[in-house]
């Protein structure tokens, strides 16, 4: 079992309720599988419930109910499986180009029973018209100037982009500002989520989309 400290069980407990055993299960994949196939380092194990799942599943408050939500570039499901685990209500696709990485998340999503997660395997450019989103969610995947093309055109023109990000987060939507506009972005702003909960609240940008519709 991973050790977990009081003040990350209380939080865990808040977030993740009834689903909790869920979420411990996740935890003990990450420690495991996840780790032997190299998608966390061994490092990180003390730390998966601080750095990585609660900073990840914390960002469930800022979701509206009932979405469908796009993660981009999984990796290990952070932050795409936390979010199924603490809202079974939201739809999931969690998108992953590496196959190792694909095989792996859909063994999770088996043995956990996450009937609300689909687990495909592309690029996120490529998964443009396959799926429509209300959110796009992404972690660590690229700077801003990058990842606003990957992310946005999966809104098909209206929603949300949710990317957590770190501390140069105000200066990376400086520098994308532009590209966030043509692609339909109104409103960028920077949020800290979590702070009555964790000791390290998360950081992230949320990117609104309203791109006007073409007259025919």
């Known amino acids: ?13 808040k977030i993740f309720g009834d689903r909790l055993d869920l979420a411990k299960r996740y935890v003990e994949h990450l420690a495991t599988s996840g780790t032997e196939r190299g998608l966390i380092g061994p490092r990180e194990i003390p730390r998966l419930w601080s ?31 936390c979010l199924a685990i603490a809202r079974p209500d939201l739809e999931l696709t ?21 009937d609300n997660v689909t687990v ?6 490529l998964a443009v018209g396959n799926v429509e989103a209300d959110v796009v969610t992404a972690r ?6 990058n990842l606003a093309g ?6 098909a023109g209206k929603g949300e982009v949710i ?3 770190g501390r140069s987060a105000g200066e990376e939507i400086e520098k994308a500002a532009k590209a966030i506009r043509k692609l339909g972005g109104v ?3 920077v949020l800290t989520v979590g702070d009555n909960l964790l000791e390290e609240p998360t950081t992230v940008v949320r990117i609104v989309v309203n791109k006007p519709q073409k007259k025919s």
Request: glycine share 6%; with cysteine; net charge negative.
């Open 1 to 13: 079992m991973v050790d977990i400290t009081a003040a990350e069980l209380r939080a865990a407990e």
């Open 51 to 81: 750095r990585h799942v609660l900073n990840c599943a914390v960002i469930e408050s800022e979701i509206p109910q009932g979405s469908h939500v796009a993660d981009v570039g999984s990796g290990a499901g952070l932050p795409g499986l």
């Open 94 to 114: 969690l998108i992953e180009p590496l196959e190792r990485r694909v095989i792996w998340l859909q063994e999770v999503v088996d043995d956990l029973g996450l």
């Open 120 to 125: 495909m395997r592309s690029r996120a450019e």
């Open 140 to 145: 660590a995947v690229s700077a801003l100037t």
């Open 150 to 155: 990957l992310t946005i055109p999966l809104l």
């Open 163 to 165: 990317a957590i990000k």
């Open 187 to 189: 409103e960028t702003s």
